[in-house]
């Protein structure tokens, strides 16, 4: 017998959740948000899991998956990067930040860096354009960021 990948185990709660929300419209997207919410993405076993819960072709299923770019297929790194591409934060110099960040970790938006430590992540506006330019790392929001202060912010995560 194969050994089960952690992506593959769906709790308790979330074989409860699919199953309450199995016979409901609109059912799909719902559940996908709510493995995204447990895995931080959904993985290949996970999106074939759904498939069949729902008794849905995976062909349905990575439909939706690609429509929303919400929905993540890689796994995030150990600290995931968002970017603000508001408008406001781009205005401020967004751009720049996304240059000095994708240089900086070798990697591009959307990208995972070699050693799953850190992924790339554009996001819309995060509702607090005063502080434009907006970086967050794990939840933590580092605001009025110049390209200059990026190697320090990473540095406190290696
Ligand atoms: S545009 Fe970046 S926080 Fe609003």
Redesign the pocket.
């Known amino acids: 017998m194969s050994i089960m990948k952690e992506e593959n185990i769906f709790s308790k709660e979330l074989i409860a959740f699919i199953e309450e929300w199995k016979e409901k419209p609109g059912n799909l997207i719902m559940v996908l948000h709510r493995v995204q919410e447990e895995f931080g993405f959904i993985s290949r076993e996970s999106a074939d899991k759904v498939a069949l819960m729902l008794d849905m072709p995976l062909a349905t299923i990575y439909g939706v998956l690609s429509f929303y770019h919400f929905f993540k297929m890689v796994k995030p790194g150990e600290h995931n990067i968002q970017i603000?591409l508001?408008?406001?934060?781009y205005l401020k110099g967004g751009d720049a930040l996304v240059d000095e960040l994708t240089n900086l970790l070798g990697i591009e938006l959307g990208g995972v860096t070699e050693d799953g430590k850190f992924s790339l992540e554009g996001v819309r506006?995060?509702?607090?354009?005063g502080l434009?330019p907006?970086i967050s790392i794990g939840g933590e929001v580092f605001g009025k960021v110049t390209k200059d202060q990026l190697p320090g912010i990473i540095s406190k995560y290696n």
């Open positions: 603000c508001g408008t406001a934060c506006c995060v509702g607090c354009c434009a907006v």
